[in-house]
């Protein structure tokens, strides 16, 4: 697995400080985080966007390997949880 994990380096493609942060793994897939002002807070938004059809051994890999039934639902549970961690150290870190 390690040799697969070093191909897949992420390369950053947007870093807007307190905007936008963006990057891409390989040429499939490209993840954004936004920040918005919202009142006196910050709203974080977090996609995906498949850049082109997923391989046939990823998709292999994922099923088989990984357990991946539904891949959309699995980056969407991902997401809630970065998202949820983000909010937590924020919070975290306002409260220190």
């Known amino acids: 697995m390690g040799s697969w994990a070093g191909r897949?380096?992420?390369v950053v493609v947007v870093a807007d400080a307190g905007r936008?942060?963006?990057?891409?793994?390989?040429p499939d897939v490209r993840w954004t985080c936004r920040f918005d002002v919202d009142g006196?807070?910050?709203k974080l938004s977090e996609s995906f966007e498949m850049l082109r059809d997923?391989?046939?051994y990823y998709a292999?890999?994922?099923?088989?390997?990984?357990?991946?039934d539904d891949r959309k639902a699995d980056l969407e549970r991902a997401m809630?949880?970065?998202?949820?961690r983000v909010k937590r150290a924020a919070?975290?870190?306002s409260t220190a």
């Open 60 to 68: 292999f890999v994922e099923r088989w390997l990984m357990r991946v």
């Open 40 to 42: 006196m807070g910050t």
């Open 80 to 84: 809630t949880e970065t998202i949820g």
């Open 8 to 10: 897949l380096k992420p």
């Open 54 to 56: 997923i391989r046939w």
């Open 91 to 93: 919070e975290a870190e």
């Open 20 to 26: 936008e942060f963006a990057f891409e793994v390989g």
